[in-house]
Structure formats: structure tokens, C-alpha cells
């Protein structure tokens, strides 16, 4: 699956872009400290986290791209992560298992804010981190 958005940056924008699940499992793609984060929480405290470098100012492109690579640990597929940045890729990581169906059923799907438990210890759960910027859509696609 993918996930993206389209931005129009200040610099001084911070927030979840979009947020599912909690501290039970999830993810969310967020802005913090001019910079773009992925956290995909698995459970137990294991983190597959990926950070882009400092974006600037202006129109940005954001893309999340999870590739699933076929490999199955113990009936749990798996795959990795990549994090580009107007279309260059800044980041990626292995991602040996993933959650097979859903988060928490208490937990929820959130676009500009993570109104849930906090998936990341990144940021707090007092102010669910609500996005700073406009942000008029994110764009999820899913592959096979």
C-alpha cells in the first residue's frame, strides 16, 4: 500500500497527517520538527520507524510505500517501508512482521490528528498531536 500527500510548507507545520491504531499497534505518518516520520508500531515495543531530512519550505510531496516481500515468519507476513520525499527515496527499513488484519477495535483512523492512544512515543497523548498546517487530503492506495 501507499500512502501520500501533497503539502504547501512553511516550516513551521507539525502534526499527524494521518494516525490508525494505538499503542497496542498501528501507525502514523506525521511532521515534527520539519521533518517527515513514519512509526509503524507492531507491538510489545518493536518500532519500524523511518525519518526523512529537514524539508524547507514550499510544496512537498510525501510518499509511504510498504512492498511485501512474501516472506512469512511463523504465518505473519512481512515486507519493508520506504519514505520519499518529492519522489526520491530518503529512507527505508525492514519490516519481518506486520499485523494480519487490525489494530485494536477500540482504536481509531485518523486524518490530521491521532485521536486514539498515541501510536508513537514521539508525541504526547494530551493534545493528540493535531496537524498545524492545511492539509487537504491524504491518498491511500492498496495493492495486492
Known amino acids: 500500500h501507499t500512502i501520500e500527500a501533497s503539502l504547501d510548507l ?3 507545520e ?3 497527517l494521518v494516525a ?3 499503542f497496542t499497534g498501528g501507525y502514523s505518518l506525521f511532521i515534527k520538527g520539519n521533518k517527515v ?3 509503524y508500531n507492531y507491538y510489545h515495543g518493536l518500532h519500524y520507524k523511518l525519518e526523512s531530512p529537514k524539508l524547507g519550505k514550499g ?3 510525501i510518499k509511504f510505500n510498504f512492498i511485501e516481500d512474501g ?3 511463523e504465518g505473519i507476513p512481512g515486507g519493508k517501508g520506504e519514505l520519499y520525499i ?3 527515496k530518503v529512507d527505508e527499513v525492514a519490516m519481518p512482521e506486520m ?3 487490525t489494530f485494536s477495535l477500540s482504536e481509531t483512523f485518523d486524518v490530521g490528528i491521532d485521536a486514539g492512544t498515541p501510536v508513537t512515543t514521539e508525541y504526547a497523548v494530551e493534545n493528540h498531536f493535531p496537524y498545524t498546517g492545511e492539509l487537504d487530503k491524504i491518498t491511500i492506495r492498496l495493492t495486492d
Open 10 to 12: 512553511t516550516g513551521k
Open 14 to 16: 507539525e502534526g499527524v
Open 20 to 22: 490508525c491504531g494505538g
Open 37 to 39: 516520520f513514519y512509526d
Open 59 to 61: 510544496p512537498v510531496d
Open 71 to 73: 516472506g512469512i515468519t
Open 86 to 88: 518529492n519522489g526520491k
Open 99 to 101: 499485523h494480519i488484519s
